[in-house]
């Protein structure tokens, strides 16, 4: 198990950009696949993006391909998502996750979530 805390949310303009952070604690981290998600308000929570836990693969949400980075330094026990270009639809709580094997885009498959943090992109 490892306990996540997200952190770099904030208000921006529309095509600002962010970069939020995922602190991980716990000796298995670079043994567990990292996702992140976003849940706007009134709607059902999605996938964003997610990263090997090799830091090899990545995949994304087809809303944010082109935009979004997701990154992880196993040494530090972070993963990031740099958001360019955003937009007043990106508005969200972001929330990373964890899970032991590959890649998965599908929210049952992770074991351990974050708090969540705020994004607000003004128009």
């Known amino acids: 198990q490892v306990q996540l805390v997200e952190s770099g949310g904030g208000l921006v303009q529309a095509g600002g950009s962010l970069r939020l952070s995922c602190a991980a604690s716990?000796?298995?981290?670079?043994?567990?696949?990292m996702g992140w998600f976003r849940q706007a308000p009134g709607k059902e929570r999605e996938f964003v993006a997610a990263i090997h836990w090799s830091g090899t693969s990545t995949f994304y949400a087809d809303s944010v391909k082109g935009r979004f980075t997701i990154s992880r330094d196993n040494a530090k026990n972070t993963v990031l998502l740099q958001m360019d270009s955003l937009k007043p639809e990106d508005t969200a709580v972001y929330y990373c996750?964890?899970?032991?094997?590959?890649?998965?885009?599908?929210?049952?498959?992770?074991?351990?979530w974050g708090q969540g943090t705020q994004v607000t992109v003004s128009s």
């Open positions: 716990g000796r298995t981290f670079s043994s567990r696949s």
């Open positions: 996750a964890a899970r032991v094997g590959i890649i998965s885009q599908q929210q049952s498959r992770y074991d351990d």
